[in-house]
């Protein structure tokens, strides 16, 4: 399994946990530390177990009041550098 902390910008998240698979293709677990409880929570349980490459298809991009990003954007850019350090 493949573990990351990564520190968000931009939004009210201070961290997000990202744990994959060892061949760095499914969400196994995802955790973020602030931000909005309830919500980040349930993003959490709705990505566990799918592909790394769907969820951050689905969740890129996504903005947040007048922010630029959302902790969901950030959590693909979270997902991207998970994989990455699998390759590495």
Same mark, same amino acid.
């Given at each position: 399994m493949i573990d990351l902390d990564f520190r968000p910008r931009g939004v009210c998240a201070r961290m997000i946990h990202v744990e994959l698979s060892d061949d760095g293709s499914t969400i196994e677990n995802v955790a973020f530390d602030g931000g909005c409880n309830g919500n980040l929570k349930a993003i959490g349980r709705l990505v566990a177990g799918q592909?790394? *490459?769907?969820?951050?298809?689905? &969740?890129?991009?996504?903005?947040?009041?007048? $922010?630029?990003?959302?902790?969901? *954007?950030?959590?693909?850019?979270? &997902?991207?550098?998970?994989?990455?350090?699998? $390759?590495?």
């Open positions: 592909p790394v *490459d769907s969820i951050v298809e689905l &969740l890129q991009g996504n903005t947040c009041g007048p $922010r630029k990003t959302s902790c969901a *954007d950030q959590l693909t850019l979270a &997902l991207r550098e998970a994989q990455a350090k699998v $390759r590495a």
